[in-house]
């Protein structure tokens, strides 16, 4: 190996070195918190006329989870909802999905601690909300 070579070869495992750190650091950085095993727990399901079942299946999250939303057969047809929204405990809209006539389930991304769901008509008027909260085991 001539000095060329050598000073190439250290330079190639610093770059890949530096751009690991500056990835783990950005993932880390931009994700807050990372939680394994997330559940969902609906609070008003059970009295609504809209939601049956909110259920996470993922392994982890970092911040939001994707979460499956089971509507009744009612929930389109007789109540005309065609949207459902998420908003966070900060009162801000955190997701927002589209629901067609007939559709018993949607999912839609949902924070990682506490969170409103709510279904809205044809109108734009809530039709009915549950309080959502995303917990499970954090790291980091």
């Known amino acids: 190996m001539t000095g060329n070579d050598a000073g190439e070869s250290k330079n190639r495992r610093s770059r890949r070195t530096f751009l690991g750190v500056v990835a783990a650091a950005g993932l880390v950085g931009t994700s807050g918190c990372v939680t ?28 939001r989870v994707s979460a ?13 909802v065609r949207e459902l929204t998420v908003i966070s405990s900060s009162g801000s809209e955190f997701d927002t999905g589209t629901v067609q006539s007939g559709q018993t389930s949607k999912t839609v991304f949902v924070p990682v601690g506490k969170s409103t769901l709510s279904a809205v008509d044809y109108d734009g008027k809530t039709v009915d909300s549950v309080k959502v909260t995303v917990g499970g085991n954090k790291i980091l």
């Open 68 to 80: 499956s939303v089971s509507l009744t057969p009612a929930a389109t047809t007789e109540y005309g």
């Open 36 to 63: 394994l095993d997330p559940k969902a727990h609906v609070s008003g399901s059970k009295e609504s006329k809209i939601f049956e079942k909110v259920s996470v299946t993922e392994p982890w999250a970092s911040g």
